[in-house]
């Protein structure tokens, strides 16, 4: 099977991508093929100093970066270090068995027409995460808008592919990326993640130039991954909130060919922004302890979306938020 390279970012969680690297190497078939751990450190802080830690990190590559370059980027300078035939982009907040990378490595050896391979994410009490995603659509802004991309019945159903049980293996457009398996080559052909996104939707950007310089995706439930949603969300609600917004203006900028539909997409996503703030707001007023917190961290987030579209200094809001 040869050598896979892991490469991982973490950013002030180290607990999480530590339990991350110890899910990787705690079984036998860890030694059935080369494993090499790499992970671009983007935080401030450094990591535990205690013989779990050193025994965690012992034989991994850590950058410490003296500034936060973003998640794509960080997979991207884990580039210069990567050794494997094939790559497996993980967040920190996922723990993966070896068994479960071997699977993904075998389904891309066995069908040389794929462009990548994904596990099917768990929660921590063994449910199924509907992680799939259909690409970016226009109409699909409009659903978002509505609320009506909830809605487990077609057409609402499309974007977030709520009609499939995410039981069955299949072709998909974007899996979550939260754990991408490629060929190393393919990874390095594609320049790796687009610069062009600081957080968020790089993982979508990258799919999308997957499928179409490379193959299809496929999910596949014979590899299973536990996901821990929104590890690093949870502490950043006003920073994670904006960058979401932030980075989905710019995919529809570099994939809409169309001024008036580029035009049509910001409308919608300053309406999405407004009457989500303004609902995040009262539900903060209404509500008490820490879901308080997060409605307003969220609320704030928007807002700052809404000063954003006229001041898109991106400089400017990489020094206030991060």
Not at 94 to 119: N, R, Y
Not at 188 to 198: E, I
Request: charged letters at 25%; a neutral charge; one cysteine or more.
């Amino acid at each position: 099977m040869g050598r896979v390279t892991v490469s991982i970012v973490n950013f002030n969680t180290w607990p999480t991508t530590l339990s991350c690297v110890a899910a990787l190497t705690e079984s036998a078939q860890a030694d059935e093929y080369e494993l090499q751990i790499v992970i671009h450190d983007n935080g401030l802080e450094a990591p535990p100093d205690t013989p779990w830690a050193r025994e965690c990190l012992e034989g991994v590559i850590v950058i410490r970066s003296p500034s936060n370059l973003g998640y794509g980027q960080g997979h991207n300078s884990n580039m210069a270090f990567l050794q494997g035939d094939h790559v497996l982009l993980l967040n920190p907040d996922i723990k993966i068995s070896p068994e479960s990378v071997a699977t993904l490595v075998e389904a891309l050896q066995a069908d040389e027409s794929l462009g990548a391979t994904a596990p099917q994410l768990l929660d921590p009490d063994g449910g199924v995460q509907l992680s799939c995603r259909r690409l970016p659509r226009l109409e699909f802004e409009a659903f978002r808008l509505l609320g009506l991309d909830r809605l487990k019945h077609w057409p609402f159903s499309l974007p977030l592919m709520r009609d499939w049980s995410h039981r069955t293996e299949r072709i998909v457009e974007q899996p979550a990326g939260a754990a991408i398996m490629m060929r190393s080559r393919d990874f390095v052909a594609l320049g790796g993640f687009s610069d062009r996104f600081f957080m968020y939707f790089e993982d979508v950007d990258l799919c999308r130039r997957i499928a179409a310089q490379i193959g299809p995706i496929l999910f596949t439930p014979r590899a299973k991954a536990v996901h821990d949603r929104e590890g690093t969300a949870r502490k950043y609600r006003r920073e994670t909130t904006f960058w979401l917004e932030w980075s989905r203006r710019i995919y529809y900028e570099s994939t809409e060919t169309s001024s008036v539909r580029r035009m049509i997409q910001q409308l919608l996503a300053i309406m999405t922004a407004l009457t989500r703030a303004m609902g995040l707001f009262l539900r903060g007023v209404t509500t008490p302890g820490p879901p308080r917190e997060e409605a307003w961290g969220k609320a704030s987030g928007y807002s700052l979306f809404l000063c954003s579209v006229a001041y898109r200094n991106e400089s400017f809001w990489r020094r206030l938020l991060m």
